[in-house]
């Protein structure tokens, strides 16, 4: 079983900045694409960004410019510098992660999700 524990998130007023951060922990043997997702009151969810074991990254247009995605394969650990926030910005932000995990039987893989933090932009 793996988990994951997201912190960071809380108030602030458009044009400030958060950083989120997520870390994974339990039977793990590698972790291929680590990410955030985002949904806002009433809507679905959706991707906000991505990245790989190998650093390529997936950005939603909307915060293009303004998020930026890292991770820290030592400490299994990912991260989302949010600048320039604006109030649509506001939303649940899920860490999601494909592990590779460690069993008796094998190395099955599956998809995790953290358990969300909100994130609220004030105007």
């Known amino acids: 079983q793996v988990q994951l524990v997201e912190s960071g998130g809380g108030l602030v007023q458009a044009g400030g900045s958060l950083r989120l951060s997520c870390a994974a922990s339990g039977s793990i043997f590698s972790i291929n694409v680590m990410g955030w997702y985002r949904q806002a009151p009433g809507k679905q969810r959706n991707l906000v960004a991505t990245?790989?074991?190998?650093?390529?990254?997936v950005y939603a247009d909307s915060v293009k410019g303004r998020f930026t995605i890292s991770r820290d394969n030592a400490k299994n650990t990912v991260y989302l510098q949010m600048n320039s926030l604006k109030p649509e910005d506001t939303a649940v932000y899920y860490c999601y992660a494909v592990v590779t995990t460690t069993t008796a039987w094998g190395h099955p893989q599956f998809q995790y999700w953290g358990q969300g933090t909100l994130v609220t932009v004030s105007e």
């Open positions: 990245i790989t074991g190998g650093d390529s990254t």
